[in-house]
């Protein structure tokens, strides 16, 4: 497991349920921006954007910290929130706040597809997003002619692995390795390198990292159909008895 086991502790408890040793391995880490005054600027201004999008709950969370030291989490009541994929919707739940829109499933685009009907040209939509995130919602909304503003909610950095996991890894070979991010493959490779993977079969939570694990020659045995911890033990399940 590629993420800390904190933030895939369901994930890891249902793999143990059907019998899988889970190793985790966190192999990112995550810091606030380096210039924090985007995100402020957003949360003080916060009822001018017709719309919030969410791709992340980290994102979720940064938000609702700049929101709160600017004192202008009540004014949410004028905005609409949109997330991208379950975890992320539980996440603005969580603040007790209502998600207008959450596709089933969990991408950009499928959530661009969903409001775009609601959406006027003209209209100003916030971003927060990782520093690294991907582009695609943004430029779609751009291109239907939304005034996008995209600032830094946090920064993903390679987390440096100690010497008794990678010792681990070489001692007890690997069978099948999730993914839940382009970013967690390019972190593996740099920190494990190629060999570590060794004959296991590989999870992508979703087209989007199956496309980067292709790309890199690491074709997915199996991708989970939705971005949720059961989708993902349907996807092992299936890699390994395939």
Do not use: N
């Not at 990678?166 to 001692?171: K, M, P, R, V």
């Not at 972190?187 to 993977?197: I, T």
């Not at 991708?223 to 008895?241: G, H, I, K, Q």
Request: glycine residues 8%; negative net charge.
């Amino acid at each position: 497991m590629t993420r800390p086991r904190e933030r895939a502790e369901e994930l890891c408890f249902l793999l143990e349920d059907e019998g899988a040793e889970v190793l985790s391995l966190p192999l990112l880490e995550l810091r606030p921006p380096e210039d924090p005054r985007p995100l402020a600027s957003a949360a003080e201004h916060i009822q001018r954007y017709r719309w919030v999008v969410f791709a992340s709950p980290s994102g979720v969370d940064a938000l609702m910290d700049a929101l709160r030291e600017a004192g202008t989490m009540s004014r949410l009541d004028r905005v609409r929130l949109a997330a991208v994929g379950p975890r992320t919707a539980r996440a603005v739940k969580g603040y007790g706040l209502e998600v207008a829109a959450e596709p089933e499933e969990g991408t950009g685009l499928a959530l661009f597809e969903l409001i775009k009907d609601s959406l006027q040209s003209g209209d100003e939509v916030l971003l927060p997003a990782a520093e690294e995130g991907r582009r695609e919602l943004e430029d779609s909304l751009r291109d239907a002619g939304l005034l996008v503003t995209r600032v830094t909610a946090y920064r993903s950095l390679p987390a440096e692995l100690p010497p008794e996991a990678l010792e681990q890894l070489g001692t007890s070979p690997l069978d099948v390795v999730v993914f839940a991010s382009p970013r967690t493959v390019e972190a593996f490779l740099e920190a494990a390198g190629r060999e570590r993977l060794g004959t296991a079969k590989v999870v992508a939570i979703g087209p989007t990292t199956a496309s980067a694990l292709e790309q890199l020659g690491l074709p997915a045995s199996a991708v989970a159909e939705r971005p949720t911890p059961e989708s993902l033990v349907d996807a092992t399940v299936r890699a390994v008895r395939g």
